[in-house]
């Protein structure tokens, strides 16, 4: 997650900050909550959860009442209190119930799919916003109607991109620009837009396709200052993310003053998952430039906050469930609670979600090849040897079960980097993490088809469901790319004592 991981999640960024400026109901009301919900969060949480507080005393309505604690939740999240953003955004729910506010409600549930999401409860998640969905179609503006499903577009590229599709990420996040079109405010439209092309950018990263890449984050860096945003946390994260897009495209000059940006305002906010972003980026920039003493010093500060960020994230999560516990609604805080074992060393991604990307630390002994390629990495022979050993480890205990198990999370395990385990996989393993943790799973429920007779009779639901796929169909498409065949067909086979048949075939296909 990450954040997931976010860790997100990124999770740091939602679509579901729950701002209507173009509701007439109290433009000094809307005007105040705008400015704390874009700026102040970013800038000062605990100022901005005053202000908030001081919004819902002084409420006039149930209305402003709802987007009081609304915004209160917003601000709860962004400190990664999920429990208690979570507990708030359903109190908010009740009160916008109790006034059929369509509108609203749609919103409410908007945000919990991304809490829901951040925390790694994605069936949870995209129920939620399938419930919004469902209620936006109650709302008597049509244009509203566009708007939210342009937002639950939204938050459907943020699924796609914990899950590794890319593809579909962009095709949901142009969806969701189509809607965004018909959003009246300029200020809150340049917001949205610069955090869709934030999305658009890094998802054409995930596809390697670096120039596509910047190109979006050029956009979204117009975007955001055009928003009067430049100084946010949307904006450090976008900052971020284009000066990664230039390292890649050899433009450590320009990549260094987007990464001085998005340093102030991450140390200014003092938002660690942000930090544990541009601190590796540092490393990987000075490591580019051969500038030995910064890289291990920005080296150092990533590998600190990454371990003060997995610890904190322990305790977050802890006290979610503690919160969550206590409320009444204990059918849904049971499902959350039980989720909190896989997720107590998550590494937290940041963000989101919209959120897997490459991370590039460097060998910085080494040099460019004679053509300008890019050199390959070159780890030291203990560096690997540790490496291999802690992943036998990991693949006699089976974890890679868990649902919940990420790239972020097995690095974690680990105790290494994104760079180096990816550098293993491909070196060792010839698979990138996705291949490689679902031939894991494919054999682990190939092996007990074959050793345990009782697995013949299961549902193929069950299966996908003990091999840690995340649906039914995930785990039919995965099994049959590895195996050949459907789990049902493989099934019959073994039934019908094939094998030996049925093994020639699977190793002929690997």
């Known amino acids: 997650m990450m954040i997931k991981f976010l860790f997100g999640a990124s999770?740091?960024?939602?679509?579901?900050?729950?701002?209507?400026?173009?509701?007439?109901?109290?433009?000094?009301?809307?005007?105040?909550?705008?400015?704390?919900?874009?700026?102040?969060?970013?800038?000062?949480?605990?100022?901005?959860?005053?202000?908030?507080?001081?919004?819902?005393?002084?409420?006039?309505?149930?209305?402003?009442?709802?987007?009081?604690?609304?915004?209160?939740?917003?601000?709860?999240?962004?400190?990664?209190?999920?429990?208690?953003?979570?507990?708030?955004?359903?109190?908010?729910?009740?009160?916008a119930e109790n006034e059929k506010d369509y509108n609203f409600q749609s919103r409410i549930y908007g945000f919990l799919s991304t809490q829901y999401r951040s925390i790694g409860f994605y069936d949870e998640g995209k129920s939620a916003i399938?419930?919004?969905?469902?209620?936006?179609?109650?709302?008597?503006?049509?244009?509203?109607?566009?708007?939210?499903?342009?937002?639950?577009?939204?938050?459907?590229?943020?699924?796609?991109?914990?899950?590794?599709?890319?593809?579909?990420?962009?095709?949901?996040?142009?969806?969701?620009?189509?809607?965004?079109?018909?959003?009246?405010?300029?200020?809150?439209?340049?917001f949205l837009l610069a955090n869709s092309n934030a999305i658009l950018a890094r998802a054409n990263m995930g596809l390697n396709n670096s120039e596509k890449a910047l190109k979006h984050f050029a956009l979204a860096d117009g975007f955001i200052n055009a928003a009067e945003s430049g100084s946010s946390l949307w904006a450090a994260l976008i900052y971020q993310g284009y000066a990664q897009a230039l390292l890649e495209t050899k433009n450590p000059d320009s990549a260094k003053a987007?990464?001085?940006?998005?340093?102030?305002?991450?140390?200014?906010?003092?938002?660690?998952?942000?930090?544990?972003?541009?601190?590796?980026?540092?490393?990987?920039?000075?490591?580019?430039?051969?500038?030995?003493?910064?890289?291990?010093?920005y080296n150092s500060e990533y590998l600190a906050i990454q371990r003060k960020n997995t610890a904190k994230h322990k305790l977050l999560v802890n006290d979610a469930y503690n919160v969550l516990n206590e409320?009444?609604?204990?059918?849904?805080?049971?499902?959350?609670?039980?989720?909190?074992?896989?997720?107590s060393v998550l590494?937290?991604?940041?963000?989101?979600?919209?959120?897997?990307?490459?991370?590039?630390?460097?060998?910085s002994e080494n040099e460019f090849k004679e053509n300008g390629t890019r050199p390959e990495l070159s780890l030291p022979s203990r560096t690997e040897e540790v490496i291999l050993s802690n992943l036998e480890k990991f693949e006699a205990s089976n974890d890679f079960l868990e649902k919940d198990m990420s790239f972020s999370k097995l690095a974690g395990i680990l105790n290494t980097n994104h760079k180096y385990l990816r550098y293993i996989l491909k070196k060792y393993k010839s698979k990138d993490y996705n291949n490689y943790i679902n031939e894991l799973r494919i054999n682990y429920i190939l092996q007990k088809l074959k050793t345990d007779s009782e697995y013949l009779n299961y549902k193929i639901s069950y299966l996908a469901n003990e091999s840690g796929f995340?649906?039914?169909?995930?785990?039919?498409?995965?099994?049959?790319?590895m195996v050949g065949c459907s789990p049902s067909d493989y099934i019959d086979k073994l039934g019908n004592g094939s094998k030996e048949q049925l093994s020639e075939d699977y190793i002929s296909r690997n």
């Open 11 to 95: 999770l740091l960024l939602t679509c579901f900050t729950l701002i209507s400026q173009n509701e007439k109901v109290d433009k000094a009301f809307d005007s105040v909550f705008y400015h704390i919900a874009v700026q102040v969060i970013s800038e000062n949480p605990h100022r901005a959860m005053l202000m908030a507080d001081s919004l819902y005393i002084y409420s006039t309505s149930e209305k402003q009442r709802y987007k009081s604690l609304m915004l209160k939740a917003d601000i709860l999240d962004k400190q990664e209190k999920r429990g208690e953003a979570i507990v708030l955004a359903r109190k908010a729910l009740k009160l």
């Open 130 to 190: 399938q419930k919004g969905i469902e209620l936006s179609q109650n709302i008597e503006n049509k244009v509203q109607v566009v708007k939210y499903t342009a937002m639950a577009n939204e938050e459907l590229a943020d699924y796609a991109m914990e899950e590794g599709d890319f593809h579909s990420a962009i095709d949901y996040i142009k969806l969701a620009m189509m809607g965004y079109e018909q959003e009246e405010n300029p200020q809150f439209k340049n």
């Open 258 to 297: 987007y990464l001085d940006k998005a340093l102030i305002i991450s140390e200014n906010g003092n938002h660690g998952n942000l930090k544990q972003k541009v601190y590796e980026t540092f490393a990987e920039y000075y490591n580019t430039t051969k500038q030995g003493d910064s890289f291990t010093k």
């Open 327 to 343: 409320t009444p609604d204990s059918k849904t805080n049971k499902n959350i609670l039980y989720i909190g074992i896989g997720l």
């Open 347 to 363: 590494i937290i991604g940041g963000f989101i979600l919209f959120i897997k990307r490459k991370s590039h630390f460097k060998n």
């Open 470 to 481: 995340s649906s039914h169909s995930k785990f039919s498409a995965e099994f049959r790319s």
